[in-house]
């Protein structure tokens, strides 16, 4: 089954405490990216990744990073996370034509 | 800046009637504009999108009406059902030096009542 993994589903973290967010896609897209979904607010970009090694920021970069070692993953990483990153989280995968989008990471940082 | 606004942010419909959501966008050098629809739980997913070389498309009981002139287009569910309460995202697509970017509304939670 075409999917992209996140994990964890749900994170409760103490501020400044260093965290990742795994990805993980099974169909072989070039194409990878980090939203983050707030009320009112909608889906806002935080990275991109074109390909292995290749990424750029998004809308919302700040207090976040990325990587992309192989193809099929794409961790975000919060190196010092703070209330104001509290947020549901999605990775998505795919291209111009259409995203597939993971289930999601609801971070609560406090 | 938001390049796409969406409205209303919630709309509340009975079963059986018609649920239109808007969107406007400012730049011209979008060229793709896909619909998506979450539920509760769940990731978006596309559910319909058209380019901006055609005024309508339509998949079962959803049409896109697309206004190139205005820079505006909106969802439009026939016959609503309550399976269809979510939260829908237009969004606005164009490919870029570095490949293609997405760029959504603020979304629209859709209730339909039974």
């Known amino acids: 089954e075409a999917q992209v993994t996140q994990n964890p589903r749900y994170l409760i973290t103490v501020t400044g405490k260093k965290l990742t967010v795994t990805c993980s896609q099974n169909?072989?897209?070039?194409?990878m990216s980090w939203y983050r979904q707030d009320p009112g607010l909608g889906l806002r970009q935080i990275y991109y990744?074109?390909?292995?090694?290749?990424?750029d920021k998004g809308d919302v970069p700040e207090g976040y990073k990325v990587s992309r070692k192989e193809k099929r993953n794409f961790p975000l990483i919060l190196e010092s996370p703070s209330p104001n990153q509290t947020s549901l989280y999605f990775c998505?995968?795919?291209?111009?034509?259409?995203?597939?989008f993971g289930s999601g990471t609801r971070l609560t940082v406090v | 800046q938001q390049q796409v606004k969406q409205s209303p942010q919630s709309l509340i419909v009975q079963k059986g009637g018609i649920s239109i959501i808007n969107c406007a966008y400012e730049n011209t050098a979008f060229d793709y504009f896909p619909w998506y629809q979450q539920f509760p739980g769940k990731g978006p997913a596309l559910l319909i999108a058209?380019?901006?070389?055609?005024s309508e498309k339509k998949e079962g009981r959803f049409t896109i009406s697309f206004n190139k002139s205005a820079k505006q287009f909106s969802l439009h569910i026939m016959d609503s059902q309550p399976g269809d309460s979510a939260t829908y995202f237009c969004a606005a697509s164009m490919w870029e030096t570095s490949g293609s970017r997405l760029t959504f509304g603020e979304g629209t939670q859709l209730t339909v009542n039974p």
């Open positions: 058209i380019r901006p070389d055609v």
């Open positions: 998505a995968s795919g291209g111009y034509y259409g995203y597939t």
């Open positions: 169909m072989n897209h070039e194409y």
């Open positions: 990744s074109m390909n292995v090694e290749v990424t």
